[in-house]
């Protein structure tokens, strides 16, 4: 039981470049979610999804995408990447009911973005 | 905008002693938990306290919440050098889909001299 996976570890990029960061969860999790984590901010959530086929905007959506195919994988797009988007990248799953939850969390290692 | 502010930001201390931290939030909430947080890792969730609870335990760890204060405190007994890390207050207040946004604090960043 490998938990939350997620790669690349350590990524840098140029301006303009596109990249996807990918997570992989084989909990059998419905809740999946993307976080930024950047010095004195805490963690801000992009993207989360409930479920296969379904995916909404966090906090800090702009200049990223999500998608979800299957329940095991919620990949991060990239599509045109900015030194603004230089962060560390947790993705997060747990299980989910509507009306009352209360799952925690579980995280993965993180990918550290540099964008030059 | 950070739903939860962690105090203090750092904390030192011996080990032995009890290490306290506090997260304060702005709205309602259906749940508060706390997480770890080691140097280079992903965090790890600790204890969960649902708004009708008031004190909760898991080990060394005693969790509080004050509704009306809006408040949370965190506690660390006995601490140990390997407690040394970053520790998240989260808040829950999603209104239908329970679970769906937590928003994370700053975190306090706890260190246990041996």
């Known amino acids: 039981n490998a938990g939350v996976t997620q790669t690349p570890k350590f990524q840098v990029l140029k301006t303009g470049q596109s990249m996807t960061l990918q997570c992989a969860q084989d909990m059998n999790h419905e809740y999946m979610s993307w976080y930024r984590q950047d010095p004195g901010m805490g963690l801000r959530l992009i993207h989360y999804s409930v479920g296969a086929g379904i995916t909404d905007q966090g906090e800090v959506p702009n200049g990223y995408n999500v998608s979800r195919s299957t329940t095991e994988d919620f990949p991060l797009r990239l599509l045109s990447a900015a030194p603004s988007q230089t962060s560390v990248y947790f993705c997060a799953s747990s299980y989910w009911q509507r009306f009352g939850s209360n799952s925690p969390l579980h995280f993965g290692n993180g990918t550290r973005l540099t964008v030059t | ?114």
């Open chain 2, 1 to 114: 905008s950070q739903q939860g502010e962690e105090d203090p930001q750092a904390l030192s201390i011996q080990e032995g002693e009890n290490a306290t931290m506090n997260c304060s939030y702005k709205t309602s909430i259906n749940n508060l938990q706390w997480y770890r947080q080691n140097s280079g890792r992903g965090l790890v969730h600790l204890i969960l306290i649902r708004s009708n609870e008031r004190e909760k335990h898991s080990g060394r760890l005693r969790v509080t919440l004050d509704t009306s204060k809006k408040s949370s405190s965190l506690l660390i007994t006995a601490s140990r050098a390997a407690d040394t890390a970053s520790y998240f207050c989260a808040t829950d207040a999603s209104e239908e889909t329970s679970g769906s946004r937590l928003t994370f604090g700053e975190g306090t960043q706890l260190t246990v001299n041996p």
